[in-house]
Structures are given as C-alpha cells and as structure tokens.
C-alpha cells in the first residue's frame, strides 16, 4: 500500500476484502501496510487466512538506527514477509545490492519471508541490458540467502511501475524464465522451482488473468489496484 491509507482506512478495506474473499484461500494473500496501520491490521488479519509483512526493515534488529524497522520486532508483531528491495528503496533511497543482501540475510535469520525485488528502468530495457541488471541484483542481493529457507522473487520493470504500462507476454515470459534459470545455477533445481516469482508493474483486475497464465508467474506483487478492496478481491479470483 505504500505511503497510502490511515489506520482506519486500512481497517476498513480489509473487512471489506474479508466479506469478498472466501474464508478459506487456495492462494496466499498477504498485505504490506504503512507502518502506523500495522497495530489495527495485526490482531485482525491473525484470525484469517490472510496475512501481512512490512514495506521496509534494517538489516539489524536494534541500535541507532533512527527510523528504521527491526526485523525481530516484525516477526514478533505476527509479520511473517519482508519487502526487500523494491524500486522505490532502490531509486529513492539509495539501497544498493550489497544493502539489500543483508536484509535478506536478517529476515531469514527471524523467521521471515523476504519477498526480493528485481527489475530494469526503461534506459536499461532500452539499451538490451535487462538480463544483466536482473543477474546483478541476483548474484549480490542474494548472496547470504539461506536457500533452505523460504523466499519470493517479485519482477517489477521499473518503467511499469505506476505508469499504466504492462510488460507484455513476451517480455515477462522472458524476464520470468530467466529468473528461474538462474535460481537453478545458485541452488538446488528443486529449491529453484519451488521458489514463487511475482510479477509486479501496473497490474489491474482486467490484466491479472492473462498474466496469471504466462510460465513461472506464480503471483503478483500488487500497488495501486489494492487500496480498494472491489479491484483487489478481482485480482486475487482473476489469479486463481
């Protein structure tokens, strides 16, 4: 959800996604609120079969780290994923590969799921360089990863995201084998297949079902079409 909705506002969507959805899930749905709505969302969301992460953590779990989120705490809150990575920590604020890897490595260390972004800016897609940003930010973001502990991968071009602009069938089909390729070279084939990977970049309910259908999609990282649960609850049936 970003930078997007107050606590009660974000009470108010998920009792109202919770009316949509059934109460048993045959896919894992899981939320990524701003940090103030977590304390209303957490008690809720442990009576459902929904379930939620943070946006953002450090790579340690306590010291002079001002504005930083501990990952220890998450986990004790009920979190159960961590959001690594995204472009936005990435371009915004500076997280470099090396960073990121760290993350990983903490979230693992407490039990947490990392859900590890990757993608390419339009510049670099332009000038044929997708393959080798993807394989960089591989390589070193996941260079302490404990690969018998769990992990999402999410695909998010950059250029898609919040711009209205999808990735076509072509181009996630290529960015997605890819990624499972090279999942293969650093770990165990079985590890490698087993490993989710999302994609994520301007996806609505009116695209989730073709795109659920393109090889090695295995979910979606989800912005703007969350905040309201009608078009949420879409996705999530669309990607059945």
């Known amino acids: 959800w970003k930078l997007n909705k107050s606590p009660q506002e974000s009470l108010e969507t998920i009792n109202e996604l919770l009316e949509l959805v059934p109460k048993q899930l045959h896919s894992q749905v899981l939320v990524f609120p701003q940090n103030f709505s977590v304390g209303v969302l957490a008690s809720l969301l442990s009576k459902t079969s929904m379930t939620w992460g943070s946006q953002n953590i450090h790579p340690e779990n306590e010291g002079a780290f001002t504005g930083e989120n501990s990952p220890k705490i998450l986990k004790e809150m009920g979190g159960t994923h961590a959001l690594v990575g995204h472009s936005e920590r990435r371009h915004l604020f500076g997280e470099t590969n090396d960073f990121l890897a760290r ?138």
């Open 103 to 240: 993350k990983v490595s903490s979230a693992q260390k407490e039990r947490l799921t990392p859900v590890y972004c990757v993608g390419e800016t339009l510049e670099e897609r332009e000038a044929n360089k997708t393959k080798a940003v993807l394989e960089e930010q591989l390589k070193v973001g996941l260079q302490f990863c404990d690969f018998q502990k769990p992990i999402i991968i999410a695909y998010e071009p950059v250029w898609a995201i919040g711009t209205g602009k999808v990735a076509n069938a072509e181009q996630v089909l290529e960015a997605h084998a890819f990624i499972r390729n090279y999942l293969k070279e650093m770990t165990q084939a079985d590890f490698a297949e087993k490993t989710p990977i999302l994609y994520g970049g301007s996806v609505k309910a009116d695209n989730a079902g073709v795109l659920s259908k393109i090889a090695n999609v295995n979910g979606f990282l989800v912005g703007g079409a969350s905040l309201k649960a009608d078009s949420f609850h879409q996705i999530i049936q669309a990607s059945l």
